[in-house]
């Protein structure tokens, strides 16, 4: 069954989404394409994050949230054991270029999707 990765960073924390775009994100995809990561979504708080939402539409937890599709939870598993120790360092170092925060990860299994 795929999964999605999700890496939330919290709201109040520094997240410089260009950076992350622009840098990190090809970090990433360098070290885990051949492990079979697939589509990936960046999304950011948006007018509901400063209380100005919606009626009834809660504040994000999130400052940003990063959704990476894998084929399933073995390939991610493969990938976070067997990447190699110079790409992980890469990746863990390359944090604080964008947030000064630990991002709440999780995965989730896909059901259902449409257009």
Partial sequence: MAVTLMIGYPRGARFDVEYYLGTHLAL????????????????????????????????????????????SREALRRARAETPPEHARRLADDIANYT???????VMEQRAGGA
């Fill in 28 to 71: 990433a995809g360098d070290a885990w394409k051949r492990f079979g990561m697939g589509a990936w979504r960046v999304t950011t708080a948006g007018a509901s994050t400063e209380g100005d939402g919606e009626e009834g539409e809660a504040a994000s937890p999130f400052a940003a949230l990063v959704e990476i599709d894998w084929p």
């Fill in 100 to 106: 000064d925060a630990a991002p709440v990860v999780w």
